[in-house]
């Protein structure tokens, strides 16, 4: 495996499967968090509005605009990886060599969606 081989893989494969995959993670997690806490609070609210509720939701609120944040950093991360790459692509005869070997990395990474915040 040449240098511009593990250069272009590594870039390629951080762009379209690492970043993407840690994105979907996060969010798929934030989802949890927000459907968790907007039901513990309905309930605890039902139960007389005790005041851990508001606590929990202030908690769970600040997890998930952070949450939300890697999300958007690994979105972020993954177009900005892609296009350094593609970049060098249209200037290096060994990088799009690689490339069209290696048809599975045309196009945009899979970026994940931003997930809906709690509603408390």
Excluded at 15 to 39: M, N, Q, R, T, V
Excluded at 57 to 67: K, P, S, T, Y
Excluded at 74 to 98: E, P, S
Aim: some cysteine.
């Amino acid at each position: 495996m040449s240098v511009i081989d593990i250069k272009m893989s590594a870039i390629y494969k951080a762009a379209h499967e690492e970043c993407p995959a840690k994105a979907h993670a996060f969010a798929a997690e934030a989802g949890l968090l927000s459907s968790s806490i907007d039901g513990l609070v309905t309930e605890l609210n039902l139960a007389g509005n005790h005041p851990i509720g508001g606590d929990l939701a202030d908690v769970a609120v600040e997890l998930f605009i952070h949450m939300r944040s890697m999300v958007k950093t690994f979105n972020d991360t993954a177009v900005g990886l892609d296009r350094i790459a593609d970049d060098f692509v249209k200037t290096d005869q060994q990088a799009k060599a690689w490339l069209d070997k290696h048809r599975s990395y045309v196009g945009d990474p899979d970026t994940a969606d931003l997930p809906t915040a709690p509603k408390v």
